[in-house]
């Protein structure tokens, strides 16, 4: 059900604006599944996409229905790096040395901090959820507590060229 989305291999696919899932790990898809079970995610008014996943996360019935589809998602292979995004990688390395404290020098993620790996994710994609933290359309539910972490780190880009040069150079590090 979800490969019509995401892709048969979880790839993810700009045509339905789906996130890539592969190569992400358990722990992260687990929490995000559950975020929009729980309606701590894509309950927004404006959250277009999000509210596309939240009805689909809902077809889920229980936390071991949640587990077995992370867990089988966890087996395919990285997908292809997306370059879609134009910006300074250079300019965004810079900027990038506050996120790496929590998602990794490397971009791979660090589970202790609760911050997820940024390098297998497609890059419009990063670039959405970097805007939604910014315009509280993610990470503003009271629940939901480490997107509220998040929401502040996205806020100290402060316009389109950061957020495209930091995706640029996460888009940049060594898969
Ligand atoms: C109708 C299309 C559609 C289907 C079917 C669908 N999804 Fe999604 N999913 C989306 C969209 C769109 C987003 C992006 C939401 C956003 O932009 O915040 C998303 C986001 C996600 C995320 C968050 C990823 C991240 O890094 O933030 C996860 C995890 C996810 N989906 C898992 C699933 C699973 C598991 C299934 C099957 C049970 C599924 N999806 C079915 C459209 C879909
Ligand atoms: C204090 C720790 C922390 C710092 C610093 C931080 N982040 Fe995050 N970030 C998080 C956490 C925790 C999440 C997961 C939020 C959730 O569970 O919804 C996250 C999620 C994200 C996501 C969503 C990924 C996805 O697949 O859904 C992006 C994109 C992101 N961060 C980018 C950045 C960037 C770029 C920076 C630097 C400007 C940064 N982060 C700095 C903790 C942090």
């Not at 019509?4 to 789906?18: L, R």
């Not at 810079?94 to 790996?117: E, T, V």
């Not at 629940?143 to 998040?150: E, F, P, S, V």
């Amino acid at each position: 059900m979800c490969a019509s989305c995401h892709g048969s291999q979880g790839e993810g696919n700009v045509a339905t604006n789906s996130p890539a899932l592969a190569g992400q790990e358990i722990w992260y898809l687990e929490a995000q599944i559950n975020n929009f079970r729980k309606g701590r995610r894509g309950k927004h008014g404006d959250d277009i996409y999000g509210r596309q996943m939240q009805p689909m996360a809902m077809t889920l019935a229980n936390d071991a229905a949640v587990k077995a589809v992370a867990t089988y998602i966890a087996s395919f292979s990285k997908p292809p790096a997306s370059t879609t995004i134009k910006g300074d990688a250079a300019a965004g390395k810079a900027r990038y040395m506050l996120c790496a404290s929590c998602h990794g020098p490397d971009g791979k993620g660090i589970k202790a901090r609760h911050g997820p790996g940024l390098l297998v994710q497609q890059d419009w994609y990063l670039v959405r959820q970097l805007q939604n933290f910014k315009k509280g359309i993610r990470g503003s539910d009271s629940k939901d507590i480490y997107g509220q972490q998040m929401r502040p780190m996205a806020m100290t880009l402060p316009d389109e060229k950061a957020v495209a040069d930091v995706v640029a150079y996460i888009s940049s590090l060594a898969r």
